[in-house]
């Protein structure tokens, strides 16, 4: 069974627009960490943001917001007045302390900004 | 800067040849990994080292090796054996376990199988 489920394989919206990539994630550990990673066309994994399971206030960090709750195993990330710039693949993860050595991705959601 | 190199950028391997992907990291982490990307899908890990001398298996192993002689280094050697390994390569590092500690990724290394 997918551990991390990103069910947005693709998403387009024009600048400017706020945009929300949802993540659904699936653990029996009451202790774990969440990511969300960038991956612009470059290649490389840009990190974002780390949650651990017991911290469930919402963080913002200028445009960027993520939105973890619990009670429904989500940990959605949103992108206010999106630009350009934003176009990329994101890549929500979860590490579990019962598999600590190990960090399990989603599929990804590629999202394009079109100006 | 502190940070993860992977070379090549780009590599071309000839069926039945062994070719070996550079990662190196000035991070002073203890932990590295190698993952494997496939086209629209996310990152499956390969092989990974939590100290020198050691390494463990990851879910896709077959097909490659590893060392881990320096802490600044983990190469990964694709076999021949490994029957389709077009694919793109990230190599990441932590300062200990993945469980507790944000992993950070190399530019990462497009090999093509000709």
Redesign the interface.
């Given at each position: 069974a997918q551990k991390?489920t990103q069910a947005q394989?693709e998403i387009s919206v024009v600048e400017k627009e706020d945009v929300t990539l949802d993540c659904v994630y699936e653990t029996r550990d009451t202790t774990y960490?969440l990511?969300w990673?960038k991956q612009p066309p470059?290649?490389?994994?840009?990190?974002l943001i780390?949650r651990n399971s017991f911290d469930e206030q919402n963080e913002i960090s200028g445009r960027y917001s993520w939105n973890f709750q619990k009670s429904t195993s989500s940990f959605n990330f949103t992108i206010t007045a999106s630009q350009v710039v934003d176009s990329a693949v994101y890549?929500c993860a979860l590490?579990?302390?019962s598999?600590?050595?190990?960090?399990i991705?989603?599929?990804?959601t590629s999202l394009s900004v079109i100006p | 800067d502190g940070g993860i190199t992977q070379s090549p950028k780009y590599l071309f391997r000839k069926e039945g040849q062994n070719v070996t992907l550079s990662c190196e990291q000035n991070l002073n982490h203890d932990?590295m990994y190698w993952y494997r990307q496939d086209p629209?899908?996310?990152?499956r890990?390969i092989y990974?080292s939590?100290i020198v001398n050691d390494f463990?298996k990851?879910d896709i192993a077959e097909g490659y090796s590893v060392s881990r002689e320096k802490k600044e280094s983990f190469p990964l050697t694709v076999t021949s054996a490994q029957k389709n390994p077009t694919a793109?390569y990230?190599c990441?590092s932590s300062t200990d376990?993945?469980?507790?500690d944000?992993?950070?990724?190399?530019?990462?290394t497009?090999l093509t199988v000709l």
């Open positions: 991390v394989t960490y990511f990673y470059s290649g490389e994994l840009v990190f780390r890549f590490s579990e302390r598999s600590y050595d190990k960090v991705f989603g599929p990804g | 932990a629209g899908q996310g990152l890990l990974y939590q463990q990851g793109f990230l990441a376990r993945a469980y507790t944000t992993q950070y990724f190399g530019p990462g497009r």
